[in-house]
């Protein structure tokens, strides 16, 4: 079990994401962002600063902070998910329905807040807590934001049109988790264990549904691979992650890994190595999970596949669980971020040997 | 009361050590009571039963209707004001995570250790001293945070005074039943408790002698310097020998110091560098056979020094006091450093400095088990109304009076009480106090630190481990019923409080969760997750109360939308064991192949949708109020061109339409009956039906 390094913050760590690098200063920028959303007692986003480690001189100091506060905002509502539009542009989740957008100046350390909407709200009334967000990955300036709450409901948020938001009631339990699959299809899971794929065209009807027949458990998070749509990875209440081949929609081929003992809070494919699959969990740990099925087109090409296998990621200093991670994009450096209920910050780098930038 | 909820104010409480909450600024003007008191005024409070707010507001002492109208009314009474009573300080947020995590592992630890006979022996000795130093560490780092705040407040001055405490209390606790009963270390508490005193209480520091050495560059300047023999004296009093004789040398060749005061200092800088030191490698008779051959040679000095003292105070009658000064710190040190008690006694300042030197000087090698000796000689000549909570804990602990020392620690902070509680059960120290409480003191210090974290919204979790690895009945018992009580605000929460349900076996409260979570989603119109959570605890009742509103939606609609919300059911169902029944539910499963006949006969598969019709009838899963309709839903099967139902088939329909018929005579209510023209075009059907069926099969 390898051990992560830890930064009490005093505030539990709901949501995390990095900042992507500035036009022109990707992959050298020597100080890098990333924002935290917190719940509970303090209710804000901070925007963090750590020195890029890929430029680091000397062996950091174990008694030096991991990342230090550049400025803090408060939230409307704990912070379910964020999302990094921009390097200068996020949006967020809210446990009370609301999605806000923030406007975020690293160089002149300012974060204000933009504008939001009610996104989600239950049919008596009452607000429901949004689950998550995702951004459709179509690269357009007016980019749409979905997401998903414990309404059953899927909301359509356009940037520049933030109060039209549009909500289609998809599912009778709580959903989850979102991800774009493709920039015109979306997957969501279900409290009730589903996955259900649907099209941005006809957001109203379920394109198709899957459930696990062999031990059918609530779903938490899903990921989808970085260059195959049709391979997704979910985490569920129990502690497994799946990872799904969906690309017979009638029989999806499902590979069970049993990596955690509690709900797995978010997973995600490795951005570096597409064949490993991060995890988060209620039982304080991270896992990176080699998936086996990658390999077997290695071994067509006369290479030896990776080994399967589980690094297991925890502190002795962090009992709660770890709700969310992110991995930064444009460092050499394996450079992860996690929060967590302790009310830490949790971070690992691994120097990457098989990081190529061209 | 109503007109008083017109707005909500927040007051900041300030808290002192004692049980009395002030508010500030105050609902009454202070030094008006009587005035207030006058007008009907009063206060009236209720606490609210999880979290620790209080709802305030002025009341009236009488009724409105035993007033007299020209009673005056304030505007400002008007209001219900919100007080949060704030038990645990942001600023500690930290530290008790960190301590959450080492006291988990700890008891993971243990039970790891053995499930049966958890102690000390089958863990080890070490283990427990690294998890004691994380715990030090974590006090450590706390202090260190508190240090940086620029501009303390009282309360942080306060909080850092509390930490101090807290390690000095656990560092003598770890180093008298952890360390020196470390296998394969020398078991003489001396070096211990002199590296406990010099981390825990102002020592002399290596900065404090630069900066006496380094304002006094000559000999003389420092044989000036009024700072230098109280230094010096202080050095020896905590064991800094090798200091002592460093600056002694330096001291020597000052010309403001009397030759025989020069000559002394010089020697006694060399018998400072000669001091023995006990190493694990060396047996005690050897090493105390160098320390009395040590102490000969120091009381030679002393004594010599003494005569020196006699001689020159008979000759000069107290002229040239300076260099009798020298001479006569000299002497004291030397006494000091002898082991006379006399001495070591009337240059102590602090009982634990006293302590010290007299275990270094006197008795070296001594063990934990002579500390009650020593320290009952010590504190007699120190007033004990004026110790402080950590010298009275400390006392008790040097003592071995463990129930007193608990309640001590339980003054200076509940949290010291409760985790060294823990630590001294591990350790099997605790068994010999346990009898003099009336409950199990770990339990009690550990359930009172939980409850108090319980209202915090960040902590809330770690008050449950607490509740729940005190493992006790009682334990179990508050948190039940506290568990049950936690705001399920988000999904996510619900789920974390199951879980806790799930690991600490609390049954009965999962049970009473799933029902608060059906019912909130219920009234959520989230029937498919209510659905689901009922179907957790197996509550028919209610999961049979909402199929009828879902059927009763779609009688008053006509339209079939209650589909997505079974589809979601079934997939949940299989969620866990409990739930397996679930699928066995009549009002579900009728609901469910109800929708699969309209869907089989919008699709024009008319046969199967009969057999689906016919299978709810004859598994009498159809509650009786839908068999009307179910019946009037077969007539364009049974009048349709092709032929749906056997005569068998026909005739189970008949029956199905008897009973109806005789039930409906036996209750005159009529809710749920189908109309008699519906009933007569139903028999024609099932009779034409009969005959087509005979010619055909």
């Known amino acids: ?142 980019v749409e934001v979905a997401s998903c709450g414990e309404d059953g409901r899927i909301a359509f948020t356009a940037l520049s049109r933030l109060k039209e938001s549009q909500g289609y009631d998809v599912d009778s339990t709580v959903i989850t988790d979102l991800c774009w699959t493709t920039p015109t299809q979306l997957a969501i899971t279900t409290r009730g264990g589903q996955i259900k794929i649907f099209d941005r065209r006809m957001p109203s009807e379920i394109l198709a549904a899957f459930a696990n027949s062999q031990s059918s458990q609530a779903l938490e998070s899903i990921a989808v691979h970085p260059s195959q749509p049709f391979r997704l990875a979910t985490g569920t209440a129990g502690g497994s992650v799946l990872v799904w081949d969906i690309r017979d929609m009638r029989q999806p081929i499902i590979e069970e890994l049993t990596v ?99 | 009361m109503q007109n008083r909820h017109t707005a909500t104010d927040r007051f900041v409480v300030s808290r ?118 994380l715990y030090r560490e974590a006090m450590q780092r706390q202090s260190r945070v508190l240090a940086d705040i620029a501009d303390p407040n ?34 003489s508490i001396v070096p211990h408790f002199m590296e406990w005193l010099n981390a825990n209480f102002l020592a002399p520091l290596a900065e ?38 460093n600056m002694l040398e330096r001291l020597a060749p000052s010309q403001l110091l009397s030759a025989s005061a020069a000559r002394w200092a010089r020697s006694l800088s060399q018998l400072c560098r000669k001091m023995p030191l006990s190493s694990s490698d060396e047996t005690a008779g050897s090493f105390n056979s160098r320390w009395r051959q040590w102490n000969e040679e120091l009381r030679g000095h002393a004594t010599a020094i003494g005569c020196l003292l006699g001689d020159a105070g008979e000759k000069d009658g107290g002229a040239g006091g300076d260099k009798d000064k020298a001479l006569e710190a000299l002497f004291a040190i030397s006494e000091v450093m002898r082991g006379d008690l006399d001495a070591i006694a009337a240059e102590g300042e602090m009982w634990q400095d006293i302590m010290g030197a007299t275990l270094l000087y006197s008795e070296p090698t001594a063990r934990a088990d002579r500390l009650p000796a020593l320290v009952g000689a010590i504190i007699e000549q120190f007033e004990e109304s004026a110790f402080t909570e950590l010298d009275r804990a400390l006392v008790a602990l040097l003592n071995h009076d463990l129930a007193e020392f608990l309640v001590h620690c339980d003054h200076i902070d509940h949290w010291l009480s409760a985790h060294i509680s823990d630590l001294m059960d591990h350790i099997s120290v605790l068994d010999i106090c346990r009898r003099v409480f009336v409950v199990d003191p770990r339990e009690h210090y550990l359930m009172a630190l939980g409850e108090s974290y319980l209202g915090h919204e960040d902590l809330w979790r770690v008050g449950l481990d607490y509740l729940g690895l005190c493992r006790t009945v009682a334990g179990a018992l508050v948190m039940e019923e506290y568990v049950t009580r936690i705001p399920l605000d988000s999904d996510r929460k619900a789920e974390q409080v199951l879980r806790v349900c799930e690991v600490y076996t609390l049954e009965c409260a999962r049970d009473r969760i799933h029902r608060q979570l059906g019912r909130q989603k219920w009234q959520r119109g989230r029937l ?34 209650y589909g997505p919300t079974i589809d979601g059911v079934m997939a949940s169902s299989s969620l866990s064991e409990g739930s397996g029944s679930l699928l066995h539910h009549e009002g579900l499963q009728f609901l469910s192949k109800y929708r699969d006949f309209h869907e089989l006969y919008a699709a024009g598969a008319f046969v199967e949708a009969g057999k689906v019709l016919l299978s709810i009838l004859l598994c009498e899963i159809a509650p009786a109020y839908a068999l009307g309709d179910l019946l009037v839903d077969s007539i364009p099967l049974l009048e349709g061109d092709t032929l749906v139902f056997s005569s068998e088939d026909t005739f189970e329909l008949m029956r199905v339409a008897e009973s109806l018929a005789q039930s409906q005579m036996r209750q005159s209510q009529q809710d749920g009956a189908i109309d008699c023209s519906e009933m007569n075009i139903f028999n024609v059907a099932c009779t034409r039906n009969l005959a087509r069926s005979f010619v055909m099969f």
């Open chain 2, 208 to 245: 404090d002698a630069h900066r006496i050495a380094g304002g006094s560059p000559t000999a003389d300047d420092l044989a000036r310097n009024e700072l230098l023999w109280p230094y010096l004296k202080k050095l020896a009093l905590r064991g800094h020998v090798s200091v002592l004789g």
């Open chain 2, 154 to 187: 009282e309360f942080i001055k306060e909080e850092a005074e509390t930490f101090r405490a807290i390690h000095a209390v656990w560092h003598l606790l770890e180093i008298i039943y952890l360390t020196t009963n470390t296998p394969g270390l020398s078991t």
């Open chain 2, 16 to 133: 002192d050590k004692e049980a009395a909450t002030h508010l500030s600024p105050g609902l009454f003007p202070a030094g008006r009571q009587s005035e207030w008191s006058a007008q009907n005024r009063t206060l009236i409070f209720s606490i609210h039963p999880l979290s620790n707010k209080t709802a305030l507001a002025v009341g009236g002492k009488k009724t409105r209707e035993s007033l007299s109208n020209d009673t005056l009314t304030f505007d400002q009474d008007q209001r219900v004001h919100i007080c949060g009573i704030s038990t645990e300080s942001d600023s500690r947020l930290a530290f008790i995570n960190d301590t959450h995590a080492v006291f988990v592992a700890l008891q993971q630890l243990m039970e790891e250790a053995g499930a049966d006979d958890s102690t000390a022996s089958a863990v080890g000795i070490k283990g427990l001293v690294k998890m004691s130093v």
């Open chain 2, 528 to 561: 498919g997750a209510a659905i689901a959570h009922f179907a957790q605890v197996c509550d028919h009742d209610s999961i049979g109360l909402i199929c009828d509103q879902i059927w009763n939606a779609y009688i008053s609609s006509g339209e079939l939308t």
């Open chain 1, 260 to 358: 955690h003992e509690a709900n797995v809070w978010q997973v995600r494919f490795d951005p570096a190595d597409s064949t490993r699959v991060i995890s988060c969990s209620e039982d304080a740990s991270i896992a990176v999970t080699q998936w086996a099925t990658e390999g077997r087109g290695a071994v067509a090409l006369g290479v030896a596949p990776p080994e399967r296998g589980v690094r297991r990621l925890s502190s002795m200093f962090n009992a709660l669980s770890i709700n969310c991670f992110d991995v930064c994009p444009s460092t050499r450096t394996h450079l992860l971020v996690a929060g967590s209920d302790s009310g830490n910050l949790l971070m690992e780098k691994t120097v990457n040997p098989d990081f190529k930038l061209f």
């Open chain 1, 1 to 142: 079990m390898s051990k992560l390094q830890v930064q009490p913050v005093a505030r539990k760590v709901t949501a995390i994401s990095w900042l992507p690098p500035r036009a022109g200063t990707a992959y050298t920028d020597t100080d890098l962002y990333f924002v935290t959303g917190s719940g509970a007692k303090h209710k804000e986003l901070v925007l963090w600063t750590t020195p890029n480690p890929d430029f680091a001189q000397s062996e950091p100091d174990s008694t030096n902070d991991l990342a230090t506060v550049v400025s803090k905002v408060p939230h409307n509502g704990d912070v379910q998910g964020i999302i990094a539009l921009s390097p200068g542009l996020l949006a967020t989740a809210s446990s009370t329905g609301i999605i806000s957008v923030y406007n975020v100046g690293t160089e002149s350390g300012s974060m204000e807040f933009g504008e939001s909407v009610t996104a989600h709200k239950f049919s008596n009334g009452e607000v429901a807590g949004a689950t998550s967000l995702a951004v459709q990955p179509t690269g357009a300036l007016d």
